[in-house]
């Protein structure tokens, strides 16, 4: 329920907001979106681990639930994605000084839907013997406005 509240409420700001074009005006705003107009972000993420899970005949699914944005946001902060559990390093923080900044939670939300986006093309070109981009499900594009150094996150 908070979710999907949380969810209307972004959508609501966001609606008013971008008919202004205030949205992207950097001296109100830092924002990290999941995908670009036109872009879906996809309530799954793939791991190696799921993928080798399903063509062990382990799973029924490929993949898991849960957003590959949120997924890729949890580990930039150094957390295991669902269960939030800290996995001993702040992921995305590249400067190593504990502080995640919107320029660090991008590379980092960039570099693990792109590696995620690997693993999955690699499997359907095993399982398929080719590759069709209707088959690309993390095709998403984030997006970051705003001033890059502001922090998100202090571990």
């Given at each position: 329920?908070?979710?999907?509240?949380?969810?209307?409420?972004?959508?609501?700001?966001?609606?008013?907001?971008?008919?202004?074009?205030?949205?992207?005006?950097?001296?109100?705003?830092?924002?990290?979106?999941?995908?670009?107009?036109?872009?879906?972000?996809?309530?799954?993420?793939v791991?190696q681990?799921?993928?080798?899970?399903?063509?062990?005949?382990?799973?029924?699914?490929?993949?898991?639930?849960?957003?590959?944005?949120?997924?890729?946001?949890?580990?930039?902060?150094?957390?295991?994605?669902?269960?939030?559990?800290?996995?001993?390093?702040?992921?995305?923080?590249?400067?190593?000084?504990?502080?995640?900044?919107?320029?660090?939670?991008?590379?980092?939300?960039?570099?693990?839907?792109?590696?995620?986006?690997?693993?999955?093309?690699?499997?359907?070109?095993?399982?398929?013997?080719?590759?069709?981009?209707?088959?690309?499900?993390?095709?998403?594009?984030?997006?970051m406005?705003?001033?890059?150094?502001?922090?998100?996150?202090?571990?």
């Open positions: 329920m908070e979710r999907r509240m949380l969810a209307w409420i972004m959508t609501l700001v966001i609606r008013d907001y971008a008919k202004t074009g205030e949205l992207l005006d950097v001296s109100k705003f830092s924002v990290l979106a999941a995908a670009k107009h036109g872009t879906t972000s996809q309530g799954m993420y791991t681990q799921s993928l080798n899970s399903y063509l062990n005949g382990n799973v029924s699914k490929f993949y898991k639930d849960g957003s590959a944005f949120s997924y890729a946001i949890v580990k930039a902060m150094g957390y295991n994605f669902p269960d939030a559990s800290y996995n001993g390093s702040m992921g995305g923080d590249s400067n190593g000084d504990g502080r995640l900044t919107l320029t660090e939670a991008y590379n980092s939300i960039r570099g693990t839907i792109s590696s995620m986006k690997k693993i999955w093309k690699d499997f359907v070109i095993k399982v398929n013997g080719y590759w069709s981009d209707e088959y690309d499900y993390f095709a998403q594009e984030i997006q406005s705003g001033t890059g150094e502001s922090v998100l996150f202090v571990h």
